[in-house]
C-alpha cells in the first residue's frame, strides 16, 4: 500500500451491509446464513448477538480480502432468535455496523418422508396394495393363472 493509499484509507469511512434483510421467517430446524459486505478500508469483522461477542452455536466464515464474512447456524432453535450484527472497523478504529432481526417459530417442521411399495395385481382392481416399506415407487406385475 502506497503512502497516498494509506492516508486515503484513513479518511474513508468503513461500511457494513447485511442481507438479506429483513430475514425471511425461520421455524425450528431451518438453518440461517447471513452475509456481510463490507468495504476495502475494512481491517476487522466482528459479529454479535444481541450486543453479546459470543454465538456459540455459529459458525463464522470471515474473508477480509474478499470483503465478505458469512455467519452461518444449522438446525436453528428458538434461542437463536435475536438481533444479529456485524461491524465492520478500519485502521483509525471507526467502526459501520448492520444489524437484522432474527425471529425462530417454535413449532417444529414436519418432515414427512412416505416410505411405499405397490403391488399391482393386474388380474383384480381390488388388490392393490399399499405397503410402507421403500422409499422407491416400485410396481410388481405378477402373472394371472386363471
Not at 10 to 20: F, Q, R, V
Not at 57 to 86: H, K, M, N, P, W
Amino acid at each position: 500500500m502506497s503512502i497516498v493509499e494509506f492516508f486515503f484509507s484513513l479518511k474513508e469511512k468503513p461500511s457494513a451491509e447485511l442481507s438479506p434483510s429483513p430475514y425471511p421467517k425461520l421455524t425450528v430446524g431451518d438453518e440461517l446464513r447471513l452475509t456481510c459486505k463490507v468495504n476495502k478500508v475494512t481491517v476487522a469483522i466482528k459479529w454479535e448477538k444481541n450486543d453479546d461477542e459470543t454465538i456459540p452455536r455459529a459458525q463464522i466464515d470471515t474473508r477480509v480480502d474478499d470483503t465478505l464474512s458469512e455467519l452461518f447456524i444449522e438446525d436453528v432453535v428458538e434461542g437463536d432468535s435475536g438481533e444479529y450484527s456485524c461491524e465492520a472497523r478500519n485502521t483509525p478504529g471507526i467502526v459501520a455496523r448492520s444489524t437484522v432481526k432474527i425471529n425462530v417459530n417454535g413449532k417444529i417442521k414436519r418432515r414427512i418422508i412416505f416410505n411405499y411399495f405397490v403391488h399391482i395385481d393386474t388380474c383384480s382392481a381390488s388388490s392393490l396394495s399399499l405397503l410402507l416399506l421403500s422409499y422407491d415407487l416400485k410396481l410388481k406385475d405378477r402373472s394371472c393363472s386363471d
